[in-house]
């Protein structure tokens, strides 16, 4: 009886394993093919929220001598910070109308940089 709920309970946590190494890719997936870039922050956020279980879980069965491999870990922390690296990178870039100086126009009048960003209609995120 012993070995059988032994069996049941590690059998559990690899299936809860497997859904969130499964889910990791899935989301960044999903997320890719959004229209913005703000819904494909939040599919990202949900791969790195289940990459926090996963690791989670790692834990658990490593406590419970399930497996002693740390290459693992090292293998999730690259992910993490991967995941990390490109949530950064779509940040919009925020204009600071105070750091912005003058450049010449195709008149050859002089524009404040700020003008001609607002002049184009998709000047919303750079």
Sequence with gaps: M???VSFQRKKSIVNQMR????SIPSNIAEGATRKSKIEFKQFLYIALSSAAELETQLIIAQNLKYFDDCKIFENLIIIRRQLLSLIKSLKPITLNPSSLVSISGISGQKNDALDVVKSHSSAKEI
């Design 2 to 4: 012993k070995l059988l």
């Design 19 to 22: 859904r969130s190494a499964v």
